[in-house]
């Protein structure tokens, strides 16, 4: 399928905000403590939420009898 913005040489807005902070950011790459920590537990959750957990089987009074 052919993308009309590229076939008409079209671009994209981006705004100056949005400029700076892509400079910002490869100026800065070094993180905070606080952004790793940040980055950390976003990503557990992602592995959490992608990956199938097995429930486990609720075992009752009467399964040892």
């Known amino acids: 399928m052919i993308n009309i913005r590229e076939f008409l040489g079209l671009g994209y807005y ?3 905000l949005d ?6 950011d490869k100026n800065h790459t070094k993180l905070s403590a606080s ?4 980055i950390d537990k976003y ?4 592995v959490l939420r992608d ?7 609720q075992k009752t009074l ?3 009898f």
Request: charged share 35%; aromatic share 14%.
């Open 35 to 38: 952004q790793r920590k940040e």
């Open 19 to 24: 400029n700076f902070l892509v400079e910002f």
């Open 62 to 64: 009467w399964d040892q």
């Open 14 to 16: 981006v705004s100056e």
């Open 51 to 57: 990956t199938p957990h097995k429930p486990e089987t």
């Open 43 to 46: 990503n557990r959750i992602y």
